[in-house]
């Protein structure tokens, strides 16, 4: 039953020009590849580099010390930290603040490499197929599109405990927050605003911060994935030289790749 199935799918690729990608990728090599190395080719990829970007980022500073995915406030928190900042040991409060939420966003990183192998386990020959004669981020595209919402519920509540925790005279950055923009939604709400032409905040701190945090995991697969295609060195494993390397000799015969 297993064989008419793959049977079906490779037909119904032959009738959308996959097929004549496989051809090109067979007749690059002295032993021809089959499907089953196409595939397993491009599931070892996506497992590789999701592991290597989830390891990195859940490192101590994996964050905090990496400038590319450094989680800072709002832009419309700049009031706060300009307050803060007066009082005696402001300065540092506000980069403990901005510390915690890093050390979450690290924590939250450590369970993310299981969400993504689920998601590679249940990729079909035609969205391997769609990755490996893609755009050099499509592994990262299809990762986004298929765990981006338990990715999200995984972090949220992370950083949701980091803002919450009460950093000076009882107050947590959440409060300071909502405080913040609070005030200045009433003014802008106003009669006097309006005719000032201000605009309401309504930025909702922790997905702001979740969402940061998810765009740096993002960041790190596509910088993994784009080694992959185009570094040998950082195909790791004789599958990958062999899938990849196809498309290298395909690339240097045409200077670009076949269109599916």
């Known amino acids: ?51 290597n970007s989830a390891q990195r980022l859940a490192a101590e500073n994996g964050y905090y010390g990496d400038a590319t995915v450094k989680i800072f406030l709002p832009d419309e928190a700049k009031i706060i930290v300009d307050n803060i900042s007066r009082i005696p040991g402001g300065t540092q409060l506000v980069e403990d603040v901005i510390l915690r939420i890093n050390r979450a966003a690290e924590d939250a990183a450590k369970e993310v490499a299981p969400i993504f192998v689920n998601s590679v386990t249940q990729m079909t020959i035609m969205d391997a197929f769609n990755i490996l004669n893609g755009a050099d981020n499509a592994a990262t595209s299809y990762l986004r599109n298929t765990t981006y919402n338990e990715l999200y519920a995984l972090y949220k509540p992370k950083i949701q405990v980091s803002t919450e925790k009460k950093i000076i005279g009882n107050i947590s950055t959440k409060d300071s927050w909502e405080t913040l923009t609070g005030k200045w939604n009433v003014l802008a709400n106003s009669v006097a605003g309006k005719l000032a032409n201000l605009k309401p905040v309504n930025t909702d701190l922790d ?20 080694k992959i295609r185009k570094e040998v060195s950082a195909r790791v494993t004789p599958l990958l030289q062999r899938v990849f390397g196809s498309l290298d000799n395909k690339t240097n015969q045409t200077g670009t790749r076949a269109d599916v």
């Open 1 to 51: 039953m297993k064989t008419r199935i793959i049977s079906l799918l490779l037909s119904v690729l032959v009738l959308t020009g996959c097929a004549e990608l496989l051809k090109v990728l067979q007749s690059s090599g002295t032993v021809p590849l089959t499907e089953a190395e196409v595939i397993g080719g491009l599931k070892e990829a996506l497992i590789t580099g999701a592991r």
């Open 207 to 226: 997905d702001f911060l979740t969402t940061k945090a998810l765009n740096g995991v993002f960041l790190k697969v596509e910088i993994e994935e784009l």
